[in-house]
T-cell receptor
Framework: DAGVIQSPRHEVTEMGQEVTLRCKPI?????LFWYRQTMMRGLELLIY????????DSGMPEDRFSAKMPNASFSTLKIQPSEPRDSAVYFC??????????????FGEGSWLTVV | AQKVTQAQTEISVVEKEDVTLDCVYE???????LFWYKQPPSGELVFLIR??????QNEISGRYSWNFQKSTSSFNFTITASQVVDSAVYFC???????????????FGTGTRLQVTL
């Protein structure tokens, strides 16, 4: 079975440019998560969706960040304009019914973003 | 509020040594789930184990074993006869146990970097 698929795997962009990260969750999963990993802050949850609806976006750093889930098989995380401090690994993850039911959250391979 | 503490930032061992990674958690819930993930140098996050708060039996999977003790709020991970391929960052994580809401997400510890050398 295909896991969570993210693209691009690596992105280098210049400050001020728009960055779009993409995610395809595992088929049938109803929860989708976006996490960010940095050396300073570790793994932090940015936003998550349930049945394509954003449930909690309190982790989104600022208005430059936005996330959408137009359908059950696709989500995007957009940064506009990007800044060097956005450099991080962005993970997309999905699960069935969420971790609170004991289900596992499965992670993609991550998108490594560098903003210069 | 939930919290997961992995006090060991980095551990170095020589191959074939046993090593234990500590995880201490805080939660006000009586029912919750604990997880371990592995992040090898390639960067992906790999699920290792899930444990619910009602099941305090230790678990063994090959060279991996987990010791869950509610009395000390700990969920420690032991690798027996470590190998170079075990070199990775290991994360402990916690979720509340209920459907929906904030229980759906994982709260991660800061991770322990394990370096296994020859």
């Amino acid at each position: 079975d295909a896991g969570v698929i993210q693209s691009p795997r690596h992105e280098v962009t210049e400050m001020g440019q728009e960055v779009t990260l993409r995610c395809k969750p595992i088929s049938g999963h109803d929860y989708l998560f976006w996490y960010r990993q940095t050396m300073m802050r570790g793994l932090e949850l940015l936003i998550y969706f349930n049945n394509n609806v954003p449930i909690d976006d309190s982790g989104m750093p600022e208005d430059r960040f936005s996330a959408k889930m137009p359908n059950a098989s696709f989500s995007t995380l957009k940064i506009q304009p990007s800044e060097p401090r956005d450099s991080a690994v962005y993970f997309c993850a999905s699960s069935l019914h969420g971790a609170g039911t004991g289900n596992t959250i499965y992670f993609g391979e991550g998108s490594w973003l560098t903003v210069v | 509020a939930q919290k997961v503490t992995q006090a060991q930032t980095e551990i170095s061992v020589v191959e074939k040594e046993d090593v234990t990674l500590d995880c201490v958690y805080e939660t006000r819930d009586t029912t919750y789930y604990l997880f371990w993930y592995k992040q090898p140098p390639s960067g992906e996050l790999v699920f290792l184990i899930r444990r619910n708060s009602f099941d305090e039996q230790n678990e063994i999977s090959g060279r991996y074993s987990w010791n869950f003790q509610k009395s000390t709020s700990s969920f420690n991970f032991t690798i027996t006869a470590s190998q170079v391929v075990d070199s990775a960052v290991y994360f402990c994580a916690l979720s509340e146990a209920r459907l929906g809401g904030t229980a759906s997400k994982l709260t991660f510890g800061t991770g322990t970097r394990l370096q296994v050398t020859l």
